[in-house]
């Protein structure tokens, strides 16, 4: 049975437990729980770290990457687009993007726009990377396929969480600033409806549960009219099993004449199968992602003997060079919390992100640093990707990343030092190693496999820590 069967399958399955799954849509629901004391302090659920990837990149628009297109008949007419006039929107949806800022559409937009506004209507799955203008590109469509005369939904879109669903729907009411005929709803949790309510909004933003539980119990609206239906996040849906059966179920919904779009930022081969699998005769647009490198990182190691050591470690770094601004990498949130303390007592503006903080505080405490608010991020294994903080010169692992078994984990280590080489800056990267024969034995294991020597830097030396900031 393939996947998408199998799933459809579960999905009729579930038919009896919606509604209680839909109380489950609280902030930050996949969250993993607050780690223990000592113990590694892990990523946030999917859904978590894609907000937050949506906080750190917000503005950031790159043009650089390769973008790459599929479709079943190759010679099917492909348009890209150089400018938003050449969409033929509304002069009010225009006006909308121009006002938000956007001069030029971003690559996966110049490619993505045309299908998306394509008559007859074409089926999309698209893949880039946060940050590369998805979120702008589909609202854009979902705005300009309304039509105004009909007081109904016509346009869905799901989210895996309320936040997100809250972020796309903040982006479509400034992109309709100029359009109020437009309307639109909240399907997310603390949006109550009378019952025998009908929507008149032309647009639906939800989370899948509130969706189902409008479109199929209460009937505020009708699936059977839903002329465009935008998956967004589907990588987040389609791995989260409750929200996969209830986004399936809305899928069977919709007529078969619905344009279907599915955006995510990575699609495993899984969820690239099972989105081939639903979304009919679908143009693919993957936009390449970035390679991070090592290539402008000069790469330091420091020999401590214990906590205490690598603190020091870090003093006498700041003592001697100015650092813009630094994220210091903990394993623990132990670590983490004892080291912003002192740091913070030696007079530091330090900001704490751990895996026990709200969605909304790690927001807010992004913010605040990528405002340059604090010069010190110190966090654990919540951030290891994503943040393009450009005025971020130096990174220190006061713990060297591993995996469960304790040996070296390359991936984070590239995802925590590594550039994409965009900002042509060069930075610094500072491993506090503890002497112990295991810590040694995880910086060799780095070194080996990316093939770079990392140098060793003597802290009580000021002429060679100045040396770091002049190479
Ligand atoms: P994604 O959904 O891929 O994460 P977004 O659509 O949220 O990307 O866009 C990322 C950031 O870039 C947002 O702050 C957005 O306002 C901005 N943006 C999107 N499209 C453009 C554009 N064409 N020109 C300038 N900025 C843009």
């Known amino acids: 049975m393939s996947l998408a069967d199998d799933w459809a399958q579960s999905a009729d399955k579930q038919e009896s437990v919606l509604s209680s799954k839909v109380g489950g849509l609280q902030l930050g629901a996949g969250d993993a729980p607050a780690a223990e004391n000592g113990a590694a302090d892990d990523v946030g659920s999917a859904a978590d770290s894609s907000l937050l990837q949506k906080v750190i990149r917000t503005g950031l628009i790159k043009n650089k990457n390769d973008i790459e297109v599929q479709r079943s008949d190759p010679n ?83 989210s895996p969480t309320y936040e997100l669903a809250l972020q796309t729907g903040d982006v479509a009411q400034k992109m309709a600033q100029y359009c109020p005929d437009i309307r639109i709803k909240f399907a997310v949790r603390g949006e109550e409806l009378a019952r025998g309510s009908h929507l008149d909004e032309h647009i639906v933003i939800g989370t899948p549960g509130k969706v189902l539980d409008w479109g199929i119990k209460f009937r505020f609206f009708d699936i059977k009219k839903i002329s465009v239906f935008v998956l967004d996040e589907a990588d987040v ?11 399936i179920r809305i899928h069977k919904m919709v007529p078969k004449s619905c344009q279907m779009l599915f955006f995510s930022a990575t699609y495993n081969t899984e969820v690239m199968n099972f989105a081939e699998a639903i979304v009919s005769n679908p143009v693919i647009i993957k936009l390449k992602r970035e390679e991070e490198s090592l290539d402008n990182i000069k790469q330091y190691y420091v020999d401590c003997q214990s906590e205490e050591a690598k ?22 949130k132990r670590t983490a919390s004892w080291l912003s303390n002192k740091m913070i007592q030696d007079g530091h503006s330090v900001a704490l992100l751990s895996g026990e903080l709200t969605v909304e505080q790690r927001i807010s405490v992004l913010d605040r640093f990528r405002d340059g608010k604090e010069k010190i991020l110190i966090t654990t294994n919540v951030l ?85 900031n002049k190479d």
């Not at 470690?313 to 630094?326: E, K, L, M, R």
């Not at 070296?408 to 800056?425: S, V």
């Not at 810590?439 to 820590?465: M, P, T, Y």
């Open 76 to 158: 099917s007419p492909l348009y890209s687009i150089k400018s938003f006039e050449a969409l033929n929107l509304r002069p009010e949806l225009l006006k909308g993007v121009y006002a938000m800022g956007f001069n030029a559409p971003s690559k996966i937009q110049e490619m993505a726009l045309p299908i998306l506004l394509a008559d007859p209507p074409q089926n999309l799955i698209a893949q880039s990377q946060s940050g590369t203008g998805k979120t702008a590109a589909f609202v854009l469509a979902m705005l300009s396929r309304v039509d105004i005369t009909k007081n109904y939904p016509q346009v869905l879109c799901l």
């Open 237 to 247: 849906m389609i791995s989260l099993q409750g929200h996969q059966d209830q986004s």
């Open 311 to 332: 603190y020091q470690a870090i003093s006498n770094i700041y003592g001697v060079i100015t650092i813009g601004q630094a994220i210091i990498f903990c394993h623990t």
């Open 384 to 468: 290891s990707r994503g943040i393009d903080v450009e005025q971020v010169t130096i990174v220190v692992n006061f713990d060297l990343p591993v995996d469960q078994t304790g040996a070296a984990d390359c991936e984070t280590y590239l995802h925590r030092i590594g550039r994409t080489g965009r900002f042509g800056k060069a930075g610094i990267a500072i491993n506090l190693v503890d002497g112990r024969r295991s810590s040694n034995a995880v910086l060799q294991q780095i070194v080996q496999h990316f093939g770079r020597k990392i140098h060793k830097l003597d802290v009580e030396d000021v002429d060679e820590i100045e040396r770091i």
